[in-house]
């Protein structure tokens, strides 16, 4: 920027010091160090003071035309360095926004998987519990299978027991209470079978 500024400053002020041409009433002249020169002949005390004023007056207004030409570039080059920085700004902005919302969709997937595989961990444990309460509902019924076998059987025993005891059974009878029991007996042995494989 200062570079700018001391470069029209130079171009201004060489403008200045060099000779420039002034066109009045149809003549040109050429005004350099305060003097007036035509055909690169001093002619300032030659001209009229109204003459004079007029050629210097022609000179001056060149010189701030120019002056504002090169202001006007410079405001144009400021204006433009201006509007590239803003752009600059607002694409770092945007950029910026976008690495924001990239990362706060990955966030947002890796979440949704974590999710997932916790919903997932979740089933498995909901299945085993399951599977663990069938089982021992499966190995309580079979408890409670062998459990009934075993007291028929001792029911049984005692009844059969008690009635030989007394002397009351017939061989008849007796060989029906001997197939009961040995009914019964294979009644406990598949209640116990069951109740291992539970």
């Not at 003097?35 to 060149?62: C, G, P």
């Not at 570039?73 to 694409?91: G, T, V």
């Not at 076998?149 to 059974?169: A, F, I, P, T, V």
Request: aromatic letters at 6%; hydrophobic letters at 30%; glycine letters at 2%.
């Amino acid at each position: 920027m200062k570079k700018l500024i001391t470069l029209t400053f130079l171009f201004a002020f060489s403008c200045i010091m060099n000779a420039q041409e002034v066109p009045v009433d149809v003549k040109t002249y050429t005004v350099k160090e305060g003097k007036i020169y035509q055909a690169e002949k001093d002619v300032t005390a030659m001209l009229s003071e109204e003459k004079r004023n007029a050629v210097f007056a022609t000179h001056e207004m060149e010189l701030k035309v120019q002056e504002e030409k090169e202001q006007a570039e410079i405001a144009k080059q400021k204006a433009d360095q201006l509007k590239e920085a803003k752009e600059k700004e607002l694409k770092k902005i945007q950029d910026d926004k976008e690495d924001e919302i990239k990362k706060a969709q990955k966030e947002e997937e890796k979440r949704q998987k974590e999710q997932k595989k916790n919903e997932k961990d979740l089933k498995k444990a909901e299945k085993k519990q399951k599977q663990a309460e069938k089982a021992l509902k499966k190995k309580e019924k079979a408890q409670k299978s062998f459990d009934k076998s075993n007291s028929k059987l001792e029911s049984s025993q005692k009844k059969y027991d008690k009635l030989k005891k007394k002397g009351k059974l017939s061989p008849e009878d007796e060989a029906k209470w001997f197939k009961k029991l040995e009914g019964l007996n294979s009644d406990i042995k598949k209640a116990e079978k069951k109740l291992r494989k539970a």
